[in-house]
Each structure stands twice: as C-alpha cells, then as structure tokens.
C-alpha cells in the first residue's frame, strides 16, 4: 500500500512541476524581451542566492557535525524557587 501511494504522490508532484514549468515558460515568452543589462543583473542575482543559499546549507551541515545543535548541559544545581 505504501509503495502505491509514493508513486501517486511522485505522479502528482511531477505533474505539478510540468504545469508550473509551462506555466513559467508560457508567461516568459508572452512578456517584451530584456535589454543585455537587466539579462546580467537578473544572471548575477541568481547565481549570488544559490552561492548564499548553498553557504547557509554548508553551515548547517557544518554546526551538526561540530556539535553546536546539541543542547545545552550545565554543571550549576538547579536555582531554588524561593
């Protein structure tokens, strides 16, 4: 039964990414072209997210394995309530 359903979930994840994807395109091609200037911000703004977004993940990555997720453990005795 479980494997069944993985294969709908994918069936229907991969049909939303066609629409989503002709979507995109259908809009793109419908809209008046770029000057060069705008095509090599655009081009540059995207390449500095994936490098940001990549950097982040990497320090994920990075706390996890250093240990920096653990929680924290102290030595002192509990404060009295009073």
Same mark, same amino acid.
């Given at each position: 039964?479980?494997?069944?359903?993985?294969?709908? /979930?994918?069936? =229907?994840?991969?049909?939303? +990414?066609? *629409?989503?994807?002709?979507?995109?395109?259908?809009?793109?091609?419908?809209? @008046?072209?770029?000057?060069?200037?705008?095509?090599?911000?655009?081009?540059?703004?995207?390449? /500095?997210?994936? =490098?940001?977004?990549?950097? +982040?993940? *990497?320090?994920?990555?990075?706390?996890?394995?250093?240990?920096?997720?653990? @929680?924290?453990?102290?030595?002192?005795?509990?404060?009295?309530?009073?």
């Amino acid at each position: 039964m479980r494997n069944t359903n993985q294969w709908l /979930l994918a069936a =229907v994840l991969a049909a939303l +990414l066609v *629409a989503a994807t002709w979507y995109c395109v259908s809009v793109w091609r419908a809209a @008046p072209s770029m000057p060069l200037y705008d095509s090599i911000i655009f081009g540059a703004a995207a390449i /500095l997210t994936l =490098v940001s977004g990549c950097g +982040l993940i *990497a320090l994920i990555f990075l706390g996890r394995r250093k240990g920096y997720d653990e @929680p924290a453990h102290s030595k002192r005795t509990a404060a009295r309530p009073w």
